[in-house]
Structures are given as C-alpha cells and as structure tokens.
C-alpha cells in the first residue's frame, strides 16, 4: 500500500510547481522532499516528475496519481474535521479561493456577514484564477473555490467535488461617452463594431475567448489593440476614449458611471457563469459560507 506521507509528497511538489517551493511549504529541505519522491517512484516502478531548470513537471502516470492523491489527502482532512466534531470541537478555519473581480464584488460583503454570524470559525483568502484551484479543494487546502466560465471556455472537470452557478454575470458592451453606438436607439451588433479598437485579455485568457468566439459566431473579426485583463484598466481605458470592450454587469455597478456607457450587445448575451465549488461532504461552516455567497451574488445585480 502507498504511503500517504509520499503522496502529500506529490500533491505538494505538483502544487507548488517545484520541489524547492514545496520542500519550503512543508518545512523539509530539498533534499529530503526528492528522497521521498525517490521513494514513491521506486515502489510504483515509473517516474512521477520531470525535473527541470523551469522547476517540476508532472509525467502522465504523476497526473494520474495526483487526482487521486488530491482525493485521499481530502478524505484524512475530512475524516479528521469529522472525529473532532464528535469530539466536541467546532470547525476553527475556513480557507477560500476567489478569482481577482470576485474578490472586489461578492467576496467582502459575504466575509463580513459570516464573521458576523460565525465569529469563532477563522477566514482566510486566497486569490486564484481560473481554472486553477480544483485539485486544492480536492486536497482540502481550500475549503471552497468561487471560479467562473466564459463563453467558449469549456468547464474544467469537477470530478467528485460538487460545483453550483451561483451567478450569471451579463457582459455588457463598454463605450466611451458620446460613443455614436451608446447613443443609437438600438443596441449594436459587433458587425457594426469592426473597425473600434478592443480592450481585452491576450489570446488564451478567458475573456478574449469570449471575444473570439462572439466575433465567430457573427462572422467578424476584431482588432485587440489594447491587451489586459484587469476590468480597471479597462475601464480607465475606456474613459480616456482610446478603445471599447466588454465588462461584466456587477464590475460595473462597483464603478462610478462617469465617462462610459454600457450597452447590451444586439443578437447575443454573452455572460460569464459564477460558480462555488467544494467537496461532496464540506465540514460545517461551508455550507453556510455557499449561502452567504448566493445571498451576495443576488445583492450583486440588484
């Protein structure tokens, strides 16, 4: 039988994206921590991790293992929160993963509410970006993961966690002030947008997928002239009247209107879908964090 130990081993190191920085996390040096690897692969007969000067890369037989050591990991944690629970002992710590525009429009509200009601359970907070963080929640380092899906963007595998839309966030077409399309009696079509200057993410973030995918599905392509991923800028952006872009309806509402106009954009209504996710048996106090979280995300778009 593997030794868990070993397998924490993995977990970590694939984690972490090396073995100095996992060594670091579990308070071994190096040295040991490749021992212990060393050890893992002899017993299965193949090599787990490819070392490299750009730090550990997982083989396919390590992938394999690491879903299923992500599971075993969280099965001890969750075996452990249930015998101190019969013991008497309440949950003491809630850790979550928040990708960055959660963390400024869902995330506070619901932190405040919880600490309110829960005062004894201790938060913390963890920023993470899609389509990271399901194997930490797997492993039970994270308690609870907000994440979110683009259009076009396919949904990670949640495979025995449980995963629940908590919000549909419309993605609203962004003008400069005095734009003529902000000012038309009808809504825009991209195809009436061809020759504006985008703001949005480089090729493969998730925004610029949607992008792509909505200039597909009208036949167009579009100039990104403008690349960030950061809804600030592009909003700053945006005022200066330097170019145009699609922002989510809760960003904006957490922004003063002056200097922009939003649009829905005509034929479509792309959206990206907010999401919690946690494993099928949380301990106590997630449960109640989900609520808090529904509750936010409706006050959101109120």
Same mark, same amino acid.
């Given at each position: 039988?593997?030794?868990?130990?070993?397998?924490?081993?993995?977990?970590?190191?694939?984690?972490?994206?090396?073995?100095?920085?996992?060594?670091?996390?579990?308070?071994?040096?190096?040295?040991?921590?490749?021992?212990?690897?060393?050890?893992?692969?002899?017993?299965?007969?193949?090599?787990?991790?490819?070392?490299?000067?750009?730090?550990?890369?997982?083989?396919?037989?390590?992938?394999?293992?690491?879903?299923?050591?992500?599971?075993?990991?969280?099965?001890?944690?969750?075996?452990?929160?249930?015998?101190?629970?019969?013991?008497?002992?309440?949950?003491?710590?809630?850790?979550?993963?928040?990708?960055?525009?959660?963390?400024?429009?869902?995330?506070?509200?619901?932190?405040?509410?919880?600490?309110?009601?829960?005062?004894?359970?201790?938060?913390?907070?963890?920023?993470?970006?899609?389509?990271?963080?399901?194997?930490?929640?797997?492993?039970?380092?994270?308690?609870?993961?907000?994440?979110?899906?683009?259009?076009?963007?396919?949904?990670?595998?949640?495979?025995?966690?449980?995963?629940?839309?908590?919000?549909?966030?419309?993605?609203?077409?962004?003008?400069?002030?005095?734009?003529?399309?902000?000012?038309?009696?009808?809504?825009?079509?991209?195809?009436?947008?061809?020759?504006?200057?985008?703001?949005?993410?480089?090729?493969?973030?998730?925004?610029?997928?949607?992008?792509?995918?909505?200039?597909?599905?009208?036949?167009?392509?579009? *100039?990104?002239?403008?690349?960030?991923? *950061?809804?600030?800028?592009?909003?700053?952006?945006?005022?200066?009247?330097?170019?145009?872009?699609?922002?989510?309806?809760?960003?904006?509402?957490?922004?003063?209107?002056?200097?922009?106009?939003?649009?829905?954009?005509?034929?479509?209504?792309?959206?990206?879908?907010?999401?919690?996710?946690?494993?099928?048996?949380?301990?106590?106090?997630?449960?109640?964090?989900?609520?808090?979280?529904?509750?936010?995300?409706?006050?959101?778009?109120?």
């Amino acid at each position: 039988m593997l030794d868990a130990n070993r397998i924490r081993v993995l977990v970590e190191i694939a984690h972490a994206g090396s073995i100095a920085a996992a060594a670091e996390r579990m308070s071994f040096t190096a040295p040991a921590l490749s021992q212990q690897l060393a050890k893992l692969e002899h017993e299965l007969g193949c090599v787990l991790v490819e070392r490299g000067r750009g730090g550990a890369r997982l083989t396919e037989a390590g992938r394999v293992l690491l879903g299923y050591g992500e599971r075993v990991l969280g099965e001890l944690r969750d075996a452990e929160t249930a015998v101190r629970a019969i013991a008497g002992e309440a949950p003491r710590r809630l850790s979550l993963g928040a990708f960055a525009s959660a963390g400024k429009v869902l995330v506070p509200s619901a932190l405040a509410a919880f600490g309110q009601a829960q005062p004894h359970v201790r938060l913390a907070l963890f920023d993470i970006e899609p389509p990271d963080g399901y194997g930490l929640v797997a492993s039970g380092e994270l308690d609870l993961l907000i994440t979110h899906r683009y259009p076009g963007v396919p949904l990670p595998d949640a495979g025995r966690l449980h995963r629940e839309q908590i919000l549909i966030d419309p993605l609203l077409l962004v003008l400069p002030e005095g734009h003529p399309a902000a000012t038309a009696d009808a809504d825009p079509h991209l195809a009436d947008l061809v020759g504006e200057e985008w703001i949005c993410g480089a090729p493969g973030i998730s925004n610029r997928t949607a992008l792509d995918s909505a200039a597909e599905t009208e036949g167009v392509h579009l *100039d990104v002239a403008y690349e960030t991923r *950061d809804y600030e800028v592009t909003l700053a952006l945006v005022k200066a009247g330097v170019g145009i872009g699609f922002v989510p309806q809760t960003i904006l509402r957490a922004e003063p209107g002056a200097g922009w106009a939003a649009r829905p954009l005509a034929g479509q209504r792309p959206a990206r879908e907010i999401y919690v996710v946690h494993r099928s048996r949380p301990p106590a106090p997630v449960p109640a964090m989900v609520e808090t979280l529904r509750r936010s995300a409706r006050r959101a778009l109120d």
